[in-house]
């Protein structure tokens, strides 16, 4: 191994142990504050006993939530997978369209302005109606909170194109699809990848809120059913399961972005 990748893995092993610095500072302290001042006047569990529960719903045999943690997961990251998919497929054309043509933004974009504020879950009961109580209603959900993100930063994105660019492929020859797939498209990747992240974070959120609704099964309906029986340590357990695989998520949106971008450097450092 050359002298440079040994400290490239230095550096990076060095970055690991200082951003792991926090999350082991505040696990200690709330394993101290539960179990030494009773912190939450026992409602609240300590990191022991989420690991206790974590290991139960994992691995158990027996009891309420024991051995479901692997279907939970899949059913939500199923729903998660495709109502973002499904985002992604009407909202990255639709902005790339409404950036490069004026008549679609003028078209579509005061819609879009009228509907964004309105809050995500103010959708749900019309996702019920048309899609019933399942999986449809919860991707639904999913695909809608996503949506948006992705449309509004793949419009901007086709906007920055350099007119230089532009310009340059008329010059050769380029036609108006030419110009849109080979010029346009890729000068907005970085910003719609961008609104990629934001959504897949989204999506995490909103199936958790759809399942405790509209579905029997995934993370959000165990983590709203073991509210019910005060399993508190099961709630925190789904909460730290959301929040990690979101994490993961947007890793694997970052290794995309930096795989198939690598001429861009200035997406993400």
Not at 62 to 83: F, Q
Request: glycine content about 10%; hydrophobic content about 55%.
């Amino acid at each position: 191994m050359s002298f440079k990748n040994r400290l490239a893995g230095a550096v990076s092993d060095t970055t690991v142990i200082w951003r792991s610095i926090p999350l082991i500072f505040l696990l200690g302290l709330w394993q101290y504050l539960v179990q030494v001042y009773r912190f939450g006047d026992g409602f609240i569990p300590s990191p022991v006993e989420v690991v206790q529960a974590m290991t139960e719903w994992v691995f158990g045999d027996g009891g309420r939530y024991s051995g479901t943690w692997a279907a939970s997961l899949r059913d939500s990251a199923g729903r998660v997978i495709c109502g973002f998919l499904v985002a992604l497929a009407i909202g990255a054309p639709l902005g790339i369209l409404m950036g490069s043509y004026r008549v679609a933004a003028n078209l579509v974009d005061p819609v879009l302005q009228l509907i964004r504020p309105i809050p995500t879950v103010a959708w749900i009961p019309f996702c019920l109606i048309f899609f019933g109580i399942g999986n449809s209603a919860a991707i639904a959900l999913v695909a809608v909170g996503a949506f948006f993100p992705i449309v509004l930063n793949a419009m901007a994105g086709a906007r920055q194109v350099s007119p230089l660019h532009l310009r340059s492929a008329l010059m050769l020859g380029a036609t108006r699809f030419q110009i849109l797939s080979r010029v346009v498209v890729p000068s907005a990747l970085p910003s719609l990848l961008v609104g990629a992240r934001v959504a897949i974070g989204l999506a995490w959120m909103l199936v958790v809120i759809s399942e405790m609704v509209a579905v029997k099964s995934g993370l959000g309906y165990e983590l709203w059913d073991a509210y019910y029986y005060n399993r508190m340590d099961v709630v925190v357990a789904a909460m730290a399961t959301v929040g990690l695989f979101g994490f993961l998520s947007d890793l694997i949106v970052q290794r995309v972005v930096r795989r198939y971008l690598f001429w861009h450097q200035g997406t993400f450092r």
